[in-house]
T-cell receptor
Framework: GAGVSQSPRYKVAKRGRDVALRCDSISGHVTLYWYRQTLGQGSEVLTYSQSDAQRDKSGRPSGRFSAERPERSVSTLKIQRTEQGDSAVYLC?????????????FGPGTRLTVL | AQSVAQPEDQVNVAEGNPLTVKCTYSVSGNPYLFWYVQYPNRGLQFLLKYITGDNLVKGSYGFEAEFNKSQTSFHLKKPSALVSDSALYFCAVTLNSGNTPLVFGKGTRLSVIA
């Protein structure tokens, strides 16, 4: 079946603008994660939600990052007032409901460049 | 706080030779450990995980990893490297048994030379 997809694959934004990145996860998966990957720094979690509780753990670096989940298998990461330091690859991942901890299935990422 | 260290930014191996990609972790409880691989312009792909039980874990593409509690390590190994194994490798850890975020290392770039 289809894996995790993300759109757009590349995004260029002017500093100070808001951006929205979309993730379509695997049907039936419960938990959706957003990670930020930077060269030489690995990947750090930004936020995640578990569908039953709709819990959104907005995390680093501040409240500028949030995620919405309009459908069970769709998530939108919103970054407000982008900064040049937000330039990175944003990875979406999902995992199933069965007893964990489960492997996470990752999308190809969206490369964001903030000018 | 949980953390993962991958001490080598780059590992070079000749094709056919055994390879090892190192990972050490720091957690305050029992860790759940993962290895992922990333090819250019692709997302992270799951290789293997250690939850409990046998310290030697076998995964995809002939890779295996050994959990060593006393050394807090989880090194990735393969007996005979292929050129197609060249990629970025990430070690990750979580403390929780449910679906919670992973803490990743910075990654190690593996180059297998023909």
């Amino acid at each position: 079946g289809a894996g995790v997809s993300q759109s757009p694959r590349y995004k260029v934004a002017k500093r100070g603008r808001d951006v929205a990145l979309r993730c379509d996860s695997i049907s039936g998966h419960v938990t959706l994660y957003w990670y930020r990957q930077t060269l030489g720094q690995g990947s750090e979690v930004l936020t995640y939600s578990q569908s039953d509780a709709q819990r959104d753990k907005s995390g680093r670096p501040s409240g500028r990052f949030s995620a919405e989940r309009p459908e069970r298998s769709v998530s939108t990461l919103k970054i407000q007032r982008t900064e040049q330091g937000d330039s990175a690859v944003y990875l979406c991942a999902s995992s199933p409901i069965s007893g964990g901890p489960n492997e996470q299935f990752f999308g190809p990422g969206t490369r964001l460049t903030v000018l | 706080a949980q953390s993962v260290a991958q001490p080598e930014d780059q590992v070079n191996v000749a094709e056919g030779n055994p390879l090892t990609v190192k990972c050490t972790y720091s957690v305050s409880g029992n860790p759940y450990l993962f290895w992922y691989v990333q090819y250019p312009n692709r997302g992270l792909q799951f290789l293997l995980k250690y939850i409990t039980g046998d310290n030697l874990v076998k995964g995809s593409y002939g890779f295996e990893a050994e959990f060593n509690k006393s050394q807090t390590s989880f090194h990735l190994k393969k007996p005979s490297a292929l050129v197609s194994d060249s990629a970025l490798y990430f070690c990750a850890v979580t403390l929780n048994s449910g679906n919670t975020p992973l803490v990743f290392g910075k990654g190690t770039r593996l180059s297998v030379i023909a």
